[in-house]
């Protein structure tokens, strides 16, 4: 009888409105609905619900709960939408607002009803000290709440979360608000007693800013279909009931599942707290989200829970779970019993691997491949053994502040000769006519220089010692089974590239040491630019004697009185920006001004001058520039400006790797875009205004740029 007055004198407060919408809500609308808000209320949330439509998905209205403006109640009438209310106490959160009080409602299921369900939710917030929440925020607010919605409706949650997290982390640095309070203690109790249909999840702990969002987000990863929300404060002590249930609309009843819904939303809570450290918050949050699956799958023991569950294991988890898709993807999902050790010995700060060394990665990979019994076997072992290692080196040069570019090619140059020795040795023990003759493998390009980064390629030359008639052939077979004995993950990462041999794609894979001589001689085929590519020719790997005297060849050819075609090399340079670079674009690598700019000018130079001052002949880019500036051949002003640009230049291009996993996408993302500001934040641009670091970054790459290849055009390459 009740419910029919109650009805009636909604009625008669819209009368404006369909009786059969007023009756979906009567139908479908928990009964404490009813009790918890008065007739004008109820009528105010239906009269706002007949705006809804395909582009207004949500209505907002925003009112002063008293004459204090720092206090609003905030009423959203929409349809529902998986993940619609962590998405709003997320954007509350994002515009400096702590909620205080609230009752979120949403239509029940029904069997009968066609019409579309539909939410109610009601909060009471705060403004945050410094914040400002007048008409033209409100507006903001309102706005972005309609992209959101837009975003849900049309299956795009992953985008909406994405969006909502960079906006919040962004929000939040310009607020200057720690999210220390997430890392409270939260205790959670379920109860499938108090409702027919649905589990009362009580959350319990002190509270925090962005409290609500931590949990809710965190319900939401979980595939957890929120029904009805009361949010209460109580001094310091936030008590928040959640009435819920499974993606499939079942209570959540077992055991195991209460358990592993309790520590997911203890983590992400805790995770939230650490999103502002990572390069890309919408990725930390989307890889964590994965973590937590491979969690429950691997059964962890107490120990390693604890370690994530305390700050430093969080916070190296957030930078490196917002650093890359790639490495999540290729490494992470694959090493994933690895990582959290990892982690705890990189927080202890002991058994660095990026300074494990040669002679240290040499004797564990001796010791793995002696428990295997056949070449198969071997192989997998010597690809696990460096992928491992690939990924150790990778993660520390991204977590730990005392690892430099530097020290990071150095440990990814080790790793690489050892892999490559070892795969000689054992191809050779395993060929069809083995071989006493002598065989050596040289590295070029980045390897042969010791510069190598991330999501390197091996430039190598084989060579061996000719024996006579038909020993070709047998080198041949085992430089191609050392090609298929180490096996690239993915494009670039330590993939073997033979193109600089001698007659590239046409030569043999394996060239003998007198025809490597007659090649790369005065009256040999050689063209301009191998003599200046030979300038990074390191023995890596295979006879060490005979790998020195391809060495010393090399410095007899490309270091000779030969005169050099400065012409052809700039002519070559020239069509590289205009061919390989498109027009507004900016190629880190061949755009004028890119690294290939200080390489070719300090080449040049060791080129001109390497006869007369044999330690000009480094193949490694900075020392040959020390040198160059020791011997007084370049000016110290143009020194001050290679230098920390060529490290400045590694370094974003080694950003845009990890990113990627492609090393020849080198193209710069557009500087206002997402990717370029996550870019930003992992070369350590931390302003709280996420798009002037990231202006401040292109302004850098600019200048920098413009430096390095005036230097090159007027100095690097002397007209005398």
Not at 25 to 54: K, N, V
Not at 294 to 315: C, H, V, W, Y
Request: with cysteine.
């Amino acid at each position: 009888m009740l419910d029919a007055e109650l009805k009636r004198r909604i009625q008669g407060l819209c009368p404006e409105v369909d009786p059969e919408l007023i009756d979906d809500f009567f139908a479908r609308m928990d009964e404490d609905y009813f009790t918890t808000f008065s007739p004008e209320e109820i009528a105010s949330h239906i009269r706002m619900s007949t705006g809804l439509d395909s582009k207004h998905r949500i209505q907002v209205r925003v009112t002063p709960r008293t004459s204090n403006t720092a206090e609003f109640e905030i009423v959203i009438v929409g349809f529902d939408y998986l993940s619609e209310f962590s998405i709003f106490c997320g954007s509350l959160s994002a515009f400096g607002l702590d909620i205080q009080a609230g009752h979120i409602y949403s239509f029940a299921r029904s069997t009968t009803s066609r019409s579309p369900r539909k939410i109610v939710d009601v909060f009471n917030v705060a403004v945050k000290s410094g914040e400002v929440f007048d008409a033209t925020k409100q507006r903001e607010f309102e706005q972005e709440l309609q992209r959101l919605a837009h975003l849900l409706a049309t299956g795009s949650v992953d985008e909406a979360r994405e969006r909502l997290n960079r906006f919040l982390t962004e929000r939040i640095e310009t607020m200057n608000e720690p999210l220390s309070g997430l890392g409270y203690p939260i205790e959670i109790r379920f109860d499938n007693d108090v409702s027919p249909d649905w589990t009362l999840m009580e959350a319990r702990s002190q509270d925090a800013f962005a409290l609500l969002y931590g949990i809710s987000n965190a319900l939401a990863m979980q595939g957890i279909y929120i029904h009805k929300v009361e949010i209460r404060r109580i001094g310091h002590e936030a008590i928040d009931h959640f009435f819920i249930a499974d993606a499939s609309g079942r209570k959540i009843q077992g055991a195991t599942q209460q358990d592993r819904l309790r520590t997911a939303v203890a983590m992400i809570k805790q995770f939230t707290r650490f999103l502002p450290e990572a390069p890309d918050p919408a990725k930390a949050m989307r890889h964590f989200d994965q973590f937590l699956d491979k969690m429950a799958e691997q059964q962890l023991p107490d120990r390693i829970m604890t370690f994530l569950a305390r700050s430093e294991g969080m916070n190296l988890l957030a930078h490196l779970l917002g650093s890359s898709d790639y490495l999540w993807d290729d490494f992470l999902g694959i090493h994933f019993r690895n990582l959290v050790p990892f982690l705890e010995r990189l927080a202890g700060q002991t058994g660095l691997p990026i300074a494990s060394g040669r002679e240290t990665l040499r004797r564990d990979l001796r010791d793995r491949l002696r428990a295997a019994a056949t070449f198969d076997d071997k192989k997998i072992v010597l690809n696990r053994f460096k992928d491992d290692q690939l990924f150790l080196i990778d993660a520390q040069h991204l977590l730990d502040p005392r690892a430099t570019l530097i020290n990071f090619s150095q440990a990814l140059t080790d790793l690489a000769e050892v892999v490559i020795d070892e795969a000689v040795t054992m191809c050779s023990e395993h060929i069809d006519r083995p071989t006493r003759a002598a065989f050596t493998v040289c590295g070029l390009g980045k390897f042969g220089g010791r510069e190598m980064g991330y999501a390197s390629d091996l430039e190598l030359l084989f060579i061996h010692e000719d024996v006579g008639t038909g020993s070709g052939s047998n080198f041949e077979s085992l430089a191609r089974r050392v090609v298929e004995c180490i096996e690239a993950r993915d494009k670039g990462v330590f993939q073997i590239d033979l193109r600089l041999r001698p007659y590239g794609d046409a030569g043999s894979w394996s060239v003998s040491f007198d025809e490597f001589k007659r090649y790369y001689s005065s009256g040999g085929q050689a063209l301009s630019f191998e003599r200046q590519a030979l300038i990074k020719l390191r023995w890596v790997a295979g006879n060490e004697e005979l790998g020195h005297r391809v060495e010393a060849h090399r410095d007899t050819f490309t270091y000779s009185d030969a005169p050099w075609d400065r012409e052809n090399a700039l002519h070559l340079r020239r069509r590289q920006m205009r061919e390989l670079v498109r027009a507004r674009e900016i190629n880190v690598k061949y755009s004028a001004g890119g690294i290939i700019d200080i390489e070719y000018a300090v080449q040049y130079l060791q080129l001109l001058h390497g006869k007369d001052h044999p330690n000009l002949r480094f193949p490694n880019t900075l020392q040959a520039l020390d040198e160059l500036y020791r011997l007084k051949l370049i000016q110290a002003s143009e020194y001050e400006v290679l230098h920390p640009a060529y490290l400045f230049l590694r370094n974003l291009i080694d950003a845009l790797r990890i990113v990627r996993g492609d090393a020849n996408d080198l193209l710069l993302p557009g500087e206002t875009s997402e990717e370029f500001k996550a870019l930003a934040r992992r070369l350590g641009y931390r302003e709280k205004d996420r798009t002037r670091a990231a202006l401040q970054l292109s302004a850098d790459i600019r200048q920098q740029m413009k430096n390095v290849h005036a230097i090159f055009q007027t100095r690097a390459v002397p007209s005398s």
